[in-house]
């Protein structure tokens, strides 16, 4: 079974700040990772997905995760956020062999404040 | 090229009335997954469908709940005699093949159970 822990339920942070967002996933085979942005009453847009190679990804709107497969980690970096960042962020893992299916983790409220 | 539409956006059911929620994907792809998000709960799987094919449907709650995805058509999720706790947001997502590295998300349905 996968399972996906966001350790952080809300993160608040001034803007022009550094953030990130904390990841942690756990599977028995090899994963897709993902981090998803919702903002309010609106669907799920994709930031940026680690499939193989390179474990830093970038990522839209200025985000990069790592991926650290002896921590099994995912965290989500931007290193000076803006009041238009402040959403709710997801992180999530799937794998072929379970179809596809995303199992998410509970979510990470970003407040940005001026 | 359109992306994944979802309607009604908003749903009003009352108590024991039943409610169906369309998915149409994107063109060309023929998965469908669908997913609920809880108020202050995280995204969690519901179904996953192939054309005319239930491929895995282990998050669907053992009643009052069924999906379908015709061959003509969009997916319809429907709930029988929904109750308060069925008041949520629904999202399906689709993506071109089985395990795709991506899923493109719709906006969501919210149903509201009075």
Request: aromatic share 12%.
């Amino acid at each position: 079974a996968q399972s996906v822990t966001q350790l952080d339920s809300q993160v608040p942070v001034f803007e022009e700040a550094p953030v990130e967002l904390r990841c942690n996933y756990s599977s028995s085979v090899s994963v897709y990772l993902f981090w998803y942005v919702q903002y309010p009453n609106q669907g799920l847009q994709l930031l940026l997905k680690y499939l193989s190679g390179s474990t830093l990804v970038k990522g839209i709107n200025g985000f990069e995760a790592e991926f650290n497969k002896s921590q099994t980690s995912f965290h989500l970096r931007k290193p000076s956020v803006h009041i238009s960042d402040t959403a709710e962020y997801f992180c999530a893992v799937s794998s072929y062999n379970q179809g596809g299916k995303l199992i998410f983790g509970q979510g990470t409220e970003l407040s940005v404040k001026p | 090229n359109a992306g994944v539409m979802q309607n009604p956006r908003h749903l009003v059911r009352r108590r024991g009335q039943e409610a169906r929620l369309r998915c149409s994907p994107m063109k060309g792809h023929s998965h469908v997954y669908w997913y609920r998000q809880l108020p202050e709960e995280g995204l969690k799987f519901m179904v996953y469908l192939q054309k005319e094919n239930i491929i895995d449907e282990s998050g669907m709650p053992k009643e009052r709940f069924s999906a379908e995805f015709p061959k003509e058509g969009p997916s319809i999720l429907r709930i029988q005699q929904v109750v308060r706790g069925d008041s949520a947001a629904y999202f399906c997502a689709s993506s071109p093949n089985r395990g795709s590295d991506e899923q493109y998300f719709g906006p969501g349905t919210r149903l509201t159970v009075t």
